[in-house]
């Protein structure tokens, strides 16, 4: 299996601050497929680019201020990654991307709903790939509908059901058409994405594991 160690230190992570299942191994293996998938889009990228972006699409909700202090948690990474031999310049290139590719954070600071997006220099595909790759992962119906059982605990099905499909309605289906979403190969696999999504609102069900690790 590829990656034992950092899927390792994810699912420590996940114990220590409490992650539950929508964010937690599944996702993070997840968005490390996505990532492998839209390669194709920047094919000049170096092997260390390639790994930076893995990386960070694999990590960036093991910061994520929903669950944690966020700085204290990407500290926690940026020690794993130099205890396993990682260069200080692709460490701060991790630590950078987890930090800042919040969709919530980037929708915020956008400009009349333009993104505006963070100068990462030579890592900026990376960054793009990790992105894109949680936006991916955002269609999973199930993803959403944990998440929000969480969050609102004791919730009914029909109430959680409601929610989701509103969420994905206002926000996950327009990532593409509000320019979230711009690679074409990201765009292909958003289109098979949402008619599985919309699938499974009509049909009330979904296939994610409600294991947390």
Same mark, same amino acid.
């Not at 992962?137 to 969050?151: E, K, W």
């Given at each position: 299996?590829?990656?034992?160690?950092?899927?390792?230190?994810?699912?420590?992570?996940?114990?220590?601050?409490?992650?539950?299942?929508?964010?937690?191994?599944?996702?993070?293996?997840?968005?490390?497929?996505?990532?492998?998938?839209?390669?194709?889009?920047?094919?000049?990228?170096?092997?260390?680019?390639?790994?930076?972006?893995?990386?960070?699409?694999?990590?960036?909700?093991?910061? *994520?201020?929903?669950?944690?202090?966020? /700085? =204290?948690?990407?500290?926690?990474? &940026?020690?794993?990654?130099?205890? %396993?031999?990682?260069?200080?310049?692709?460490?701060?290139?991790?630590?950078?991307?987890?930090?800042?590719?919040?969709?919530?954070?980037?929708?915020?600071?956008?400009?009349?709903?333009?993104?505006?997006?963070?100068?990462?220099?030579?890592?900026?595909?990376?960054?793009?790939?990790?992105?894109?790759?949680?936006?991916?992962?955002?269609?999973?119906?199930?993803?959403?509908?944990?998440?929000?059982?969480?969050?609102?605990?004791?919730?009914? *099905?029909?109430?959680?059901?409601?929610? /989701? =499909?509103?969420?994905?309605?206002? &926000?996950?289906?327009?990532?593409? %058409?509000?320019?979230?979403?711009?690679?074409?190969?990201?765009?292909?696999?958003?289109?098979?994405?949402?008619?599985?999504?919309?699938?499974?609102?009509?049909?009330?069900?979904?296939?994610?594991?409600?294991?947390?690790?």
């Amino acid at each position: 299996m590829e990656y034992v160690e950092l899927f390792s230190f994810i699912e420590k992570c996940c114990e220590i601050y409490g992650i539950d299942a929508s964010h937690g191994i599944q996702h993070s293996k997840g968005c490390v497929e996505w990532v492998q998938q839209l390669f194709c889009e920047e094919p000049d990228m170096c092997a260390d680019e390639k790994k930076v972006a893995i990386y960070a699409a694999a990590l960036h909700d093991m910061c *994520d201020k929903k669950y944690t202090n966020p /700085v =204290e948690a990407s500290e926690r990474i &940026r020690s794993w990654l130099l205890e %396993q031999g990682w260069s200080q310049d692709m460490t701060d290139a991790v630590i950078q991307i987890v930090t800042s590719m919040s969709y919530s954070s980037l929708k915020k600071a956008a400009v009349r709903g333009i993104p505006i997006y963070p100068d990462l220099g030579k890592w900026q595909k990376a960054y793009h790939l990790a992105r894109h790759a949680d936006l991916l992962d955002a269609y999973r119906v199930g993803r959403c509908f944990l998440y929000t059982q969480h969050i609102y605990p004791g919730i009914s *099905d029909d109430e959680c059901w409601r929610i /989701v =499909e509103e969420l994905f309605n206002v &926000r996950i289906f327009r990532y593409v %058409q509000d320019g979230w979403i711009a690679y074409p190969k990201a765009i292909v696999l958003s289109q098979d994405l949402e008619r599985d999504a919309r699938r499974s609102f009509l049909e009330k069900r979904f296939e994610y594991s409600q294991e947390k690790n």
